[in-house]
């Protein structure tokens, strides 16, 4: 015989939080919440901080509120993450269309300004083909302490492929993979401020990559350089950007469905793998259906039961009564607060008898 206190567990009563999210209005609503949780997660802090959120609202959430299933949770995470891509990939359009600040370079003591300083580019997008003014101050005084005070020419780099300074960038498909131009400006007065615009023309639908470097002699009369920092996990400056609105959308839109499912959603369904396993190790534990042995061959030595021997024993009954939906009669396991049906919540009680197990009309067995 059970415990009742066990199998009885309170019943939430239909005004709560949890039986509105039980509805369907509650649950496009939580999905929705779920879908722009991850979405502004990895929009303004990135894709590692998504990984957590995404798996406190999108899984820790939902259990929570009810949703026990597995099945019903991997539903809800591919389906955060498919309405999610389109989310973050139009918040991703709207940052790359916003110039960022002025860039400098590489700053040396005793120095605090750099050789290289507001490094700019305009406009920042264009529609259409057309050409790019990428502009730079350049100021000699500001060489490292103890090297040649003459900055001899300074270069410019553009492509598609960040960090590349080259057309050859393994991590860009390697050589003449990825669209690239490169410029030179041979320094006429090598310890002179000066400015310094390159003028590039480049069109079709991209986002672009750009970086500039002064070349000097340091002490020693080695060849030495000076580069852009940008300060972005990159070498290079993101921008121009050249394409509509739309054309952008689309052209981003798949490289962004691929990170939103390798980063937080992998993690997201690893993680209900591992709440399925202690589910079924729970329900194990709470006395699910017995396993029952394999027969077992009698023994050569074992002599015949007497007369007088006890038998073989009985069917062992399970430990643990199941219970009985109240709304449809489906049985559901023991310790269930949620008919896995209907969704209709659970009271105690054994599910009911069989047919052949109902008492006769006279009342004898």
Known sequence: MGYPSRFSPAVQPRTSIKAFFAKPLGRVLLLLLIALALAGSAIYLGYLIAIPVFLLVGLGLPIYLGWTRPRTLFLVGLSALLVAGPIVTAGTVSLLLTPGPSINGTVYSPFTQSVLQNATVHPYSRATAGDFSFVVDVNPAFLPSG?????????????????????????????????????????????????????????????????????????????????????????????????????????????????????????????????????????????GAPSVPAPMAPSAVTPPAGPGAPGPAGPTAPAKPELACPNCGAVVYAGETRCWKCGTPLTAGPAPAAAGDQPLPSGKP
Not at 154 to 181: E, K, M, Q, R, W
Request: charge should be positive; include cysteine.
């Open 147 to 287: 090297h040649r005070s003459n900055v001899l020419w300074v270069d410019f780099f553009l492509s598609t492929c960040p960090n590349a300074i080259t057309n050859n960038s393994s991590s860009c498909g390697g050589l003449n993979a990825y669209p690239f131009h490169s410029q030179n400006f041979s320094y006429a007065n090598g310890s002179a401020p000066q400015t310094v615009t390159f003028v590039q023309d480049v069109g079709g639908v991209n986002v672009w990559w750009w970086t500039m470097r002064a070349g000097y002699n340091n002490s020693s009369g080695v060849l030495s350089w000076i580069y852009l920092q940008p300060g972005n996990g990159y070498t290079t400056a993101e921008g121009p950007v050249t394409g509509g609105y739309l054309s952008i959308y689309t052209l981003i839109l798949p490289a962004i469905y691929f990170t939103v499912f390798i980063y937080p959603g992998l993690v997201f369904f690893l993680g209900v793998l591992v709440y399925l396993f202690l589910k079924m190790r729970q329900r194990r534990r709470a006395g």
